[in-house]
């Protein structure tokens, strides 16, 4: 039995893509609200952007919308 792996050692993806998407995925898991996992996949796709350097590839609103999530989890947090 061949099993063709050859993709499995290309397999490195872009970090700024999926890891916004795991985080989604687990902070949804974990909080049950779907709300919170996508407020802190945008916050993690925004920050991850701008620490990669890639700031740029991306609209200003998406550091807007970012902004406001920080709000989101501030207000969040002290409730």
């Given at each position: 039995?061949?099993?063709?792996?050859?993709w499995l050692a290309?397999?490195?993806?872009?970090?700024?893509?999926?890891?916004?998407a795991?985080?989604?995925?687990?902070?949804?898991a974990?909080?049950?609200?779907?709300?919170n996992?996508i407020a802190?996949a945008m916050?993690?796709?925004?920050?991850l952007?701008?620490a990669?350097g890639?700031?740029?590839e991306?609209h200003?609103?998406?550091y807007?919308?970012?902004?406001?999530?920080?709000?989101?989890?501030?207000?969040?947090?002290?409730?």
């Amino acid at each position: 039995m061949n099993i063709d792996t050859k993709w499995l050692a290309d397999f490195h993806g872009d970090v700024t893509e999926y890891m916004p998407a795991f985080v989604c995925i687990a902070i949804s898991a974990f909080t049950f609200n779907a709300g919170n996992g996508i407020a802190a996949a945008m916050l993690v796709y925004a920050f991850l952007k701008l620490a990669t350097g890639r700031g740029k590839e991306d609209h200003w609103s998406v550091y807007l919308i970012a902004a406001v999530m920080i709000y989101y989890f501030y207000i969040l947090s002290n409730h």
